[in-house]
């Protein structure tokens, strides 16, 4: 429950990255807590609200999910409009989505809103045992274009909470 007084935030939220690196389950972890193994590809509600209370102010957030649009790896501009902030998602076991990851940030940019808060996600880290891509890697990218980072398992819940509760507090300190 928001304290009387709290500011309440809408913020519109879009995840980008490609498929399979684990957007949805990443959604479905933070709204529902739980964790599908063979979670479906498509889904048919790709819109979540989620709401996050951090000291400054409450955060309600809209979450974009993509319903498969992004095996195209170009999403409709008004996927974009409006959003305050995104997360892009890369696969930690699979370089090329890391590869991808970088394409999607410079999307992003072309959106052309400077106060876009943006997070690069290296999802799936409980495949340690598989990685490809060193943390090391994705914090020097994130760091040279502004973007919180962090490496999370939406399977193990690892990190998960902690990356939407440090994009709150980077909307709430921000606005
Ligand atoms: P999306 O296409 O980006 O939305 O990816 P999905 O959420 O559909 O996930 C693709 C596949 O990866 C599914 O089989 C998920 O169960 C699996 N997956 C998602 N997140 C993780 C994770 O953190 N660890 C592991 N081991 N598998 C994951
Ligand atoms: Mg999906």
Do not use: C
């Amino acid at each position: 429950m928001a304290r009387p007084g709290t500011r309440i935030i809408q913020a519109k939220l879009v995840l980008v990255g490609d498929m399979g690196t684990g957007k949805t389950s990443l959604v479905l972890r933070f709204v529902k807590g739980q964790f599908f193994h063979h979670q479906e590809a498509t889904i048919g509600a790709a819109f979540f609200t989620q709401i996050l209370s951090v000291s400054e102010a409450t955060v309600k957030f809209d979450i974009w999910d993509t319903a498969g649009q992004e095996r195209y790896h170009s999403l409709a501009p008004m996927y974009y409009r409006g959003a305050a902030a995104a997360i892009v998602v890369y696969d930690i076991s699979t370089m090329d989505t890391f590869a991808r990851a970088k394409k999607w940030v410079q999307e992003l940019q072309k959106q052309g809103n400077p106060k876009l808060v943006m997070a690069l996600v290296g999802n799936k880290s409980d495949l340690d045992s598989k990685r490809e891509v060193q943390v090391e890697e994705g914090e020097e990218f994130a760091q040279e274009n502004g973007m919180l980072f962090m490496e999370t398992s939406a399977k193990t819940a690892e990190n998960v909470n902690e990356l939407f509760y440090e994009i709150a507090k980077k909307l709430a300190t921000a606005s």
